[in-house]
Nanobody, 114 residues
Framework: QAHLMESGGGAVQAGGSLRLSCTAS???????VAWYRQVSGKQREMVAI???????DYADAVRGRFTISRDKFLKTAYLQMNDLKPEDTGVYYC?????????WGQGTQVTVSS
């Protein structure tokens, strides 16, 4: 069954770093993949996207601090997060498209304390 699984979340102090991973099941290739985050009570927002044409884009709030990448096997995507701020706190999800539909992971919690 097609699925995504995030890992790497945790609790850090402001200024710290975390690296999130998104692993795809065997039936999926991460040609295009995006990372989103959601704060309780707010809409889910995109923070980074790696498109199928290899173009990359970031939300203004994270540009220069976060880096999205994927491995050459198109099975794992990463989100390197540096200089973390309390406002980066939230649940982080990865998303891709497979079999004509959007596919989301279950999310991983990131908590940044001041």
């Amino acid at each position: 069954q097609a699925h995504l699984m995030e890992s790497g979340g945790g609790a850090v102090q402001a200024g710290g770093s975390l690296r999130l991973s998104c692993t795809a099941s065997s039936s999926i290739s991460l040609n295009g993949v995006a990372w989103y985050r959601q704060v309780s009570g707010k809409q889910r927002e995109m923070v980074a996207i790696f498109r199928g044409d290899r173009s990359i884009d970031y939300a203004d709030a994270v540009r220069g601090r976060f880096t999205i990448s994927r491995d050459k096997f198109l099975k794992t995507a990463y989100l390197q997060m540096n200089d973390l701020k309390p406002e980066d706190t939230g649940v982080y999800y990865c998303k891709t498209s497979a079999f004509g539909r959007e596919l989301w992971g279950q999310g991983t919690q990131v908590t940044v304390s001041s």
